[in-house]
């Protein structure tokens, strides 16, 4: 079941070549100084004028003063793009593997052309749209200061604000897992709606009422990791359970969540 999902193969006669592209930005763009790095569906690749029927998802980047780029926005850009290739160093980066997981059937960057052009603008009630607004907002009110990126990544699952030398720091003290969003996250915001319950400053009623509401609003920010929904699910399963008068920590809680 999962070669269902799996990316599609580029064509080797595309490699290299030419290629309009039709499509929607997916997630966050990942902006630098050199560039800018997004992943696009393609919904219409051409090569000189003719369809060449490839569908499926791509990894670009856009060099030389990329314009700021709306997620979900739909653009014709002109690329050129290769078929996945990594190393395969033994306890290296299996950048193949990577892209393969992510369901990436190519990268490739974008061309300086007259054809690049924005073709609709993210509709109002794109999540990743909201996503990129509020990461914006973090990235002003926090300016200048050496925790933007953490805020970001805890926050929004985004973690390309993160420097070379905050991963060093990460991986040396052990806490590198940390930034990698998980029901660890969803345990924290539960345990803290349970504590502001016990302490007496909300019913308890209310807390399990925020608790589901919260979950879900920072299951959607973080762009819905499985282990996030994984643990988002639990946790209403364990509310509804607590709500129904049940026992919290049942098979029957923890089949339902299943």
Request: hydrophobic share 45%; net charge positive; with cysteine.
């Amino acid at each position: 079941h999962a070669l269902w999902f799996a990316p599609q193969p580029m064509a080797s006669a595309l490699e290299g070549r030419d290629l309009l592209l039709e499509g929607r930005l997916l997630g966050l763009p990942e902006a630098s100084e050199r560039l800018t790095r997004f992943r696009f569906e393609v919904e219409r690749a051409l090569l000189e004028g003719a369809d060449t029927g490839m569908r499926g998802r791509v990894r670009l980047s856009w060099y030389r003063s990329a314009p700021e780029l709306e997620a979900d926005s739909r653009w014709r850009l002109r690329v050129r793009l290769k078929r996945p290739h990594g190393f395969l160093n033994p306890g290296g980066f299996d950048y193949e593997g990577w892209l393969y997981r992510q369901g990436l059937g190519a990268t490739g960057y974008v061309r300086p052309s007259t054809e690049n052009r924005l073709l609709e603008p993210a509709p109002a009630w794109s999540l990743d749209r909201w996503r990129q607004r509020l990461g914006q907002a973090l990235d002003q009110a926090l300016a200048g200061r050496p925790q933007a990126g953490l805020v970001r990544a805890l926050v929004l699952g985004d973690r390309s604000g993160l420097s070379g030398d905050d991963w060093e720091t990460f991986t040396r003290t052990g806490t590198n897992h940390l930034m990698a969003i998980s029901g660890l996250h969803v345990s924290i915001l539960v345990g803290l709606f349970l504590l502001i319950s016990r302490v007496g400053l909300m019913p308890h009623g209310w807390a399990l009422a925020a608790i589901m509401v919260v979950t879900v609003i920072y299951a959607l920010l973080t762009d819905a990791r499985p282990s996030v929904v994984r643990a988002t699910i639990l946790t209403w399963m364990m509310c509804i359970a607590w709500f129904m008068g049940r026992e919290a920590f049942s098979f029957n809680a923890l089949a339902a969540a299943a």
